[in-house]
């Protein structure tokens, strides 16, 4: 089926726009990148009558103005891509702030539909929206709908698809922005028209309208676009912006923007808008607010949800958990019946089956994480942490919009340190973004959950949720303690003021928790089927390679030989034939602990072996050996790889048949492991450098490579040092 449109979705931060993609395009979307950075970019198709229409879910902004990179990239598809449609969605509860930014599509010319979203919560709230008003007076279709119910939304794609036919020539609005600016705006339009200045790209009349605003972004653009005319125009605004701030104390952006809303007050005013109830009264969020954002109460509240959240995932995917432990198990002891000792059935057992079987039994366990969290973001919930949070982040040097970077993190449970490294781009402040940038690692990631989980669940397994819920309040208080440090020394300046919308409460629809817990996990479970599947197969040759030496063979085999020797033919016999004995047992035994001892040293003899090793000396101080230290090692490049690591290293290292188990089993069975080696090694997982791809992130938002060095240097010397402390002081008291 050919694609006949691209079409855009457009909106507000909170204004239903996803819960509208993913009601027109379920399963068929994918997310990537938009080239260059690091925007989600999410892509989907809508298929109507006999054609399909290509739909991108532009990142949610409040303006085009160049405050954040997401309105830069919004802006850069329009111009870029110029899409047949663009289907701006409108809160009809918050249609005057909604409507700013469907005035800049207007000023821009783009072809719009207007989606008014959320026509339900207007009626509760008695607000009666005429669109059919509303459209003739700003002159683009207005469409009415609920996209969490679907309602209209049939029609709106109908009126979308209409639109898009008539292939409509981007025609800029132009509003009356003042007596001076309005002439100003004319003079400025006629030098961009005759000299043709980026008027391939964009309207002059917006283009004129950036130079006022003093859009460096667009400035920029102009410059190298033409230099002479760029600098006429940059004089021309200097010398109003200068007669302007000595007349009427203002300036040329400002009086833009008033301008804006005053057009967007003079449509409402024209019976748009009925009110049937008293617009002074309480709303339920408002009531809710009351109490879940109370000074006292709201704490509480949150940190009763977040255990609630660690009860319910642990409680309720335990089983599906140990179904997925069966599962590798008795894979892992298929193929090692049906293929010959040797290097391939070795890789596939130790480095695929038990390295990435380990990642990928964690999979229940993240998707439940996920669900809960998709449950407390649909519902608005998050934004209320947020606005908690905000007191508390201010004291420590941060500013309030840090703390969605902390919860995206994975500051709740799950989550990612990249797009958490990326939200620090709406902060204002270089160094309170800096400052947010190098602490947010410390969240307990998506990526560590699992390697938690192991340790938990193989030594405080009477605790579970108790103990996940301390090791978060754990990472917030030492990234907290942290992000003071750098603020009072490296990152010192003054603290910004934070302002924050608090979306409506909503119940969230089962479709959209669906695909959003899906998309989480589905990445999950990617990464482990091709970066971490990749790794643990490099992992497996280093701690299979180089192997023993001849000499060293020799020395095994001669003692295996001398232990056979000293037994009597009968033994031997019973041994070979499989009948069980007294002698034959004692007999297995021997050999059994021989081929450890062998296994142990080709281990400790190869390429991992030598330099976890090597760190012992320095690292036993934590309590970590050799092998530990080869996961922990790996967890450089993704802390996944601890398990699929650790997993590998002690299937390469045990080889008693009736010690087979899940990796907590053989963890609990090994004798150099204890609650407190355990709870150290969790404490240097939490805190220790971040991994390749934040630490590349780090570099890219931070703009030097020095950072990412600091990051991982800083975080690694932080977490050892936490860690021996944890483990001098442990193995002194228990």
């Known amino acids: 089926m050919a694609v006949k449109f691209n079409m855009a979705l457009a909106g507000n931060p909170n204004a239903g726009k996803t819960t509208l993609f993913n009601a027109l395009t379920g399963s068929r979307q994918h997310v990537g990148n938009y080239p260059g950075v690091t925007v989600d970019k999410k892509e989907g198709v ?25 309105e830069v990239v919004a802006r850069d598809y329009l111009v870029e891509n110029r899409p047949d449609v663009v289907v ?58 609920v996209a969490r119910s679907g309602k209209g939304i049939k029609e709106l794609m109908q009126v979308a698809v209409r639109v898009a036919e008539h292939h409509k020539v981007w025609q800029p609005l132009n509003i009356s922005y003042g007596e001076e600016l309005d002439s100003l705006i004319i003079d400025l339009k006629a030098k961009v028209e005759a000299a043709a200045f980026m008027t391939c790209d964009y309207p002059a009349s917006w283009t004129v309208l950036k130079y006022l605003e003093e859009d460096d972004l667009h400035i920029s653009r102009g410059d190298d676009d033409n230099p ?93 958990v140990e179904w997925c432990e069966l599962f590798f198990s008795w894979l892992g002891g298929t193929v090692d019946s049906l293929l010959a000792d040797g290097y391939m059935k070795s890789m596939l057992i130790s480095g695929v089956i038990d390295g990435i079987g380990g990642v990928l039994g964690f999979v229940p366990l993240i998707m439940f ?11 608005g919930y998050l934004a209320r942490v947020a606005y908690m949070m905000d007191r508390i982040f201010r004291t420590f040097g941060l500013h309030g919009s840090s703390v969605m970077a902390f919860i995206i993190s994975g500051g709740i449970a799950g989550g990612c340190a990249v797009p958490g490294v990326m939200a620090t781009r709406t902060l204002r402040s270089p160094r309170e973004r800096m400052a947010t940038l190098l602490t947010v690692p410390f969240m307990n990631c998506g ?20 103990y996940m819920f301390f090791l978060t309040l754990l990472a917030w208080v ?30 969230p629809t089962f479709s959209g928790l669906m695909i959003h817990t899906w998309e989480k996990t589905w990445q999950y479970i990617k990464k482990a089927g091709t970066v971490i599947l990749g790794i643990s197969i490099i992992l497996w040759a280093m701690m299979t390679f180089p192997g023993l030496s001849s000499e060293q063979e020799a020395v095994f085999t001669a003692r295996q030989e001398a232990i056979l020797g000293q037994q009597s033919p009968e033994g031997v016999a019973g041994l070979e034939s499989g009948e069980v004995t007294a002698e034959g047992r004692a007999l297995n035994q021997a050999l059994l602990q021989l081929a450890n001892v062998r296994s142990e040293a080709a281990l400790r003899h190869s390429i991992a072996g030598q ?16 092998r530990t230290n080869i996961a922990l090692v790996g967890g450089f490049a993704a802390k ?27 963890l609990k069975r090994d004798s150099g492991w204890n609650k407190v080696k355990a709870f150290s090694v969790i404490v240097f997982i939490m805190f220790y450098a971040p991994c390749f791809v934040t630490v590349a992130c780090i570099i890219k938002e931070a703009g030097h490579w020095k950072w990412g060095w600091f990051a991982m240097a800083f975080n690694t010397a932080f977490a050892f040092s936490l860690s021996t402390f944890v483990y001098q002081i442990g193995t002194r008291l228990f």
């Open 46 to 70: 809508y298929t109507v009558d006999d054609f399909s229409v290509n739909l991108i879910d532009l990142p949610g902004i409040y303006s085009l103005s160049p405050y954040s990179e997401e």
């Open 88 to 145: 701006n969605i409108v809160d009809a509860a918050n249609l005057e702030r909604n409507l700013y930014l469907s005035c800049q599509f207007m000023e821009m010319g783009v072809p719009m539909v207007i989606a008014l979203n959320m026509m339900d919560v207007a009626a509760k709230r008695g607000i009666d929206v005429h669109h059919k008003k509303l459209a003739k007076l700003l002159g683009v279709p207005v469409c009415p709908i």
């Open 228 to 320: 002479l005319i760029s600098k006429e125009l940059q004089k021309e605004v200097a010398i109003i912006s200068e007669h302007m701030e000595q007349t009427i104390s203002s300036a040329p952006d400002a009086m833009v923007a008033d301008h804006r809303y005053g057009f967007i007050k003079s449509i409402l005013r024209q019976n748009v808008m009925h009110y049937t109830i008293d617009q002074n009264r309480m709303h339920t969020s408002d009531k809710i607010d009351m109490v879940v954002t109370n000074r006292f109460a709201g704490p509480i509240i949150m940190l009763l949800i977040l255990f609630g959240v660690y009860k319910f995932t642990f409680t309720y995917s335990a089983i599906p």
């Open 369 to 379: 994480m996920f669900f809960c969290i998709a449950l407390l973001e649909d519902s």
């Open 447 to 466: 990526a560590k959950l699992p390697v938690l989980a192991l340790l938990i669940g193989a030594f405080f397994s009477e605790n579970k949720a108790q």
């Open 478 to 507: 030492v990234a907290l303690l942290v992000a003071k440090v750098l603020r009072m020394t490296l990152l010192r300046g003054e603290a910004t003021p934070f302002v924050l919308e608090l979306p409506p409460y909503r119940v």
């Open 611 to 626: 330099i976890g090793t090597s760190l012992e000396s320095l690292s036993q101080y934590a309590g970590f050996d050799w």
């Open 640 to 666: 996944e790889v601890i398990i699929s690591t650790l997993g590998t290293a002690y299937s390469l290292g045990e080889v008693d048949p009736e010690a087979t188990g899940s990796l907590a089993e053989t």
